[in-house]
Structure formats: structure tokens, C-alpha cells
Antibody, heavy 112, light 111 residues
Framework: EVQLVESGGGLVQPGASLKLSCVAS????????MSWVRQTPGKTMEWIGD????????NYAPSLKNRFTISRDNAKSTLYLQMSNVRSEDTATYYC?????WGQGVMVTVSS | DIVMTQGALPNPVPSGESASITCQSS???????????LNWYLQRPGQSPQLLIY???TRASGVSDRFSGSGSGTDFTLKISSVEAEDVGVYYC????????FGGGTKLELK
């Protein structure tokens, strides 16, 4: 069974940093480009960025490029999203996805 | 950025009727390789999105043949024939020609 399990979310203060993880199982993780997508409380879907299967290349949404970093560890079948200088507008549910496979999402709330 | 604009449905849709969801892109998604870089997803209440259609018209594995995708370079339609209770949710189109952007979503409610 394919599973993507995100973790690392929670309540964080504005300006802080946070690192999300996504552990994959049930498929060959190292064969897939992986993406992070977030969904705001108002249900707007926003693509954050993606990373090539070997980790050698990343793309980011231009508006988020300077604060978010995507990485992966194929030996651990794990995808990461490093978020820095978070803002209230980063409050959302964060998903890791291959397009076909999606995690259940992890909530991040930015508030003082 | 490529902007994706989705139309609304005349909700609620009677069970067994067909429904068509429209999506328009601000730039042609037709690549020189002949493929159109458009996905359709369904997000059922309380669930993660599910890929329905990729390359504008190819159904993902396990997706009912009641779902079909069509369109041109900038105008797209997801058709659901004979709507059922399990089709309720929000439908999103997504372009992946230049980075990725989603439409605002189209809600389907059942009568």
C-alpha cells in the first residue's frame, strides 16, 4: 500500500522556522519527482515547489522561493520542506505529493 | 504566472445527470511535443486530493470511465456522466507547463 505521511506541523510564531517531513512507503521513492502543495483555510491550493527524483534539481513558486527549501533523502524515503521566516499567510495544510499519490496533510498555524 | 480560472456548477446537480466543469488557462498549455499539460483532481470532503485526469484527457489508474477530460490549448472541460454520491467534492484543474498552478476549485453538490 502506498503511503505518504507528513509530520512536523503545529503552531509556530511569526518569523520562526519549521521543517516538515514526508515519509514515503509502498513505491520506489527514488523514481519520482516530489512536490509540496499547501491548502489555505479558505481551500485555495498553492503549489510550493518540487524536487527531481535524485535531488539534483528543484523548482519553486516564485513567491516562495526565498523562504522555502525542498530537499530529500532517498535512503530514508523522506521528503523535506524547510520553512523560514514564516508569516500568518503560511497558515495552511501542507501536502507532499507525486501528483498520483498524496499524503494526508499536516497543518501549520502561524500565530503569536 | 499562468492563471487558471474555473467555472461554477449550477448546484445541486441531480443524481444521474451529467455535469461539466470548465477551466481556462491564461496561456496555452499545449506543448510542442503534442501534449497538453493539464491535470484534474477531486477533493472529497475531509480527504486529500485525488488525481482524476492527466495530460488533459488521460484517466488515472482506477478512475471511473464516467470521468472524461477534453479541451483545446486554453479551454478545458471535465465531464462527469451520471453523477453519483461519491462524486461530491471540489474539483481542481492544475497546469504543469510552467511550474504548477491550480484553479480556484469548483464545488459539486448532489441533489
Amino acid at each position: 500500500e502506498v503511503q505518504l505521511v507528513e509530520s512536523g506541523g503545529g503552531l509556530v510564531q511569526p518569523g520562526a522556522s519549521l521543517k516538515l517531513s514526508c515519509v514515503a512507503s509502498g513505491f520506489t521513492f527514488s523514481d519520482y519527482w516530489m512536490s509540496w502543495v499547501r491548502q489555505t483555510p479558505g481551500k485555495t491550493m498553492e503549489w510550493i515547489g518540487d524536487i527531481k527524483y535524485d535531488g539534483s534539481y528543484t523548482n519553486y513558486a516564485p513567491s516562495l522561493k526565498n523562504r522555502f527549501t525542498i530537499s530529500r533523502d532517498n535512503a530514508k524515503s523522506t521528503l523535506y520542506l524547510q520553512m523560514s521566516n514564516v508569516r500568518s499567510e503560511d497558515t495552511a495544510t501542507y501536502y507532499c505529493t507525486t501528483d498520483l499519490y498524496w499524503g494526508q496533510g499536516v497543518m501549520v498555524t502561524v500565530s503569536s | 504566472d499562468i492563471v487558471m480560472t474555473q467555472g461554477a456548477l449550477p448546484n445541486p446537480v441531480p443524481s444521474g445527470e451529467s455535469a461539466s466543469i470548465t477551466c481556462q488557462s491564461s496561456k496555452s498549455l499545449l506543448h510542442s511535443n503534442g501534449k497538453t499539460y493539464l491535470n484534474w483532481y477531486l477533493q472529497r470532503p475531509g480527504q486529500s486530493p485525488q488525481l482524476l485526469i492527466y495530460w488533459m484527457s488521460t484517466r488515472a489508474s482506477g478512475v471511473s470511465d464516467r470521468f472524461s477530460g477534453s479541451g483545446s490549448g486554453t479551454d478545458f472541460t471535465l465531464k462527469i456522466s451520471s453523477v453519483e454520491a461519491e462524486d461530491v467534492g471540489v474539483y481542481y484543474c492544475q497546469q504543469f507547463l510552467e511550474y504548477r498552478t491550480f484553479g480556484g476549485g469548483t464545488k459539486l453538490e448532489l441533489k
